[in-house]
């Protein structure tokens, strides 16, 4: 049932190019609008929305810090992004004209089902993002769209989060077009861009055997940073808590822009950083102040491990080591950037003798608050 892997953590990575692929199949049509599974929030009441919630746990509340980005770019619609364990203590303002979407693979998150039942008691619409068909969640929701990602055994979260992804664009353009902020060509222009991810994601896999070897070359070590800007910051939280959960090793993501508020306190010889690095296209100024950052830790001694676009040279003279992604559209990088920082954590739990689809003290749903 592994199909020939050792574990069903290298299945479930392997599987990506298709679960994104089968995640966007059949929900746009030729012009560019798509269809949700299951709506009970009708357009009329989707252009009432004035604000988006999104609440979710773990991996899932980084695939929703992610969203943000999409949905306030591409409808200018306010979006904050929550902790559902901290949603609904904090007495949050919701009304009718607040649309929450809560992600969730298993659909049983405790957390997220009592904050998505707060949500809906103080009369919010609420989406589900789901991979688990008919599961709690999409049943206690207004409106579902399905992850096709198909099961998802091992504890860590993989291809489970790049569905949720595709899902969250999904609703950011569905929204854009309902409401009508973005039309006609920059929707199709995404979407043709969104049908090719699978590919790139293909691409990224074919080329992880150096990653595999960096990762069994740091076994030893105590602490690995993770640093990133703009999309590329959720996505080194989450190249963290891979490490965290898989590894058992010490692990924090960073915004790079925060370095010289705190964090570069941490930087000494040879401590292993790993950073996103953004387009040079498009957000240059991003990639400019990312590169400085590199330039800095690199001269406190830190082993930078860095991860960026094909072409990008800028970087090349202070990467000790360089993983090379596909060039991307900016809000699209991390369904790429995300796929080295999986193989690295799996990589390293194994290097460590971990048990991989089931690390310790975790549970696959977390079924209690
Ligand atoms: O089933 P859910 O998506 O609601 O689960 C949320 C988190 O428990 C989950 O993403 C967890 O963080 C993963 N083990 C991370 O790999």
Known sequence: EKGGYDYFMLKEIAEQPKAVADTLLGRIDASGSLSLDEVRISPSELREVDKVVVVACGTA???????????????????????????????????????????????????????????????????????????TIPRESDAVLYTHAGPE??????????????????????????RGTKWGDEIQAVVRDLSRISCEVERVLETMEPVRELARSLASKNTVLFLGRHVGYPVALEGALKLKELAYMHAEGFAAGELKHGPIALIEEDLPVVVVVPSPRGRSVLHDKIVSNIQEIRARGARTIVIAEEGDEAVVPYADHLIRIPATPTLLQPLVATVPLQVFACELATARGNEVDQPRNLAKSVTVE
Not at 153 to 178: D, R
Request: some cysteine; proline content about 2%; charged content about 20%.
């Open 61 to 135: 509340f980084h695939a929703g810090l992610i969203a943000k980005y999409a949905i306030e770019h591409w409808t200018r619609i306010p979006c904050e992004v929550e902790l559902a364990s901290e949603f609904r203590y904090r007495d949050p303002i919701l009304d009718a004209r607040t649309l929450v979407i809560a992600i969730s693979q298993s659909g049983e998150t405790m957390d997220t089902l009592m904050a998505l039942r707060h949500a809906r008691e103080q009369g919010a619409r609420v989406l589900a993002v789901c991979n688990t068909n008919g599961s």
């Open 153 to 178: 055994v091992a504890v860590a979260s993989t291809k489970a989060f790049l569905t949720q992804l595709v899902a969250c664009y999904l609703v950011a353009l569905y929204l854009g077009q309902v």
